[in-house]
C-alpha cells in the first residue's frame, strides 16, 4: 500500500510541475490582456454589444444549445459503434449498439430539422422587421 501512496504523489507532483513547465518549455505564450472575448469571438454576441437584438440572442442561444445536443447525438453514435465493436459476436450486445446508433441517427435528424426550422423563423422575423445584418 505504502508504494501506491508514493506512486500517487509523484503522479501529482508531475502534474503539478506538467502545468507550469510546459507552456514555457513548448514557448506557448500567455494573454496578458482581458480582452479574450473581444481576441476570441466569444462574448461578442451579447456581452459587449450595447443594442442588442431579442430576435439575434435568441438565435445565438438556440444555435448553441442545438449544437451541444448535435455533440450529444454524435457521441451516443460513437457509443454505439464502440459498443458494437467490443461485442465480441454476441448477438445481444449487437442489438443494442445497433439500437444505439440508430437512436444517435434520430437524433441528429431531429437536431438537423430543428435547426433549419429554427433558421427560417428567425431570418423571417429578421427579413419582416427589416433587420440587416
Known sequence: MNKFKKAGAWVVSLAIVSIFAVPALVGAQVQTTNNFGLDTGFG???????????????????????????????????????????????????????????????????VFAAWAIASFVIAQLKSAAKITT
Do not use: C, H, P, Y
Open 44 to 110: 461578442t454576441t451579447l456581452a459587449t454589444q450595447s443594442n442588442v437584438d431579442i430576435r439575434e440572442a435568441a438565435a445565438s442561444i438556440v444555435n448553441i444549445i442545438l449544437g451541444f445536443l448535435g455533440i450529444i447525438a454524435v457521441i451516443i453514435i460513437l457509443a454505439g459503434g464502440f459498443k458494437w465493436m467490443t461485442a465480441g459476436g454476441n448477438e445481444d450486445k449487437v442489438a443494442e449498439a445497433r439500437q444505439m446508433i440508430i437512436q444517435g441517427l434520430i437524433g441528429l435528424v431531429v
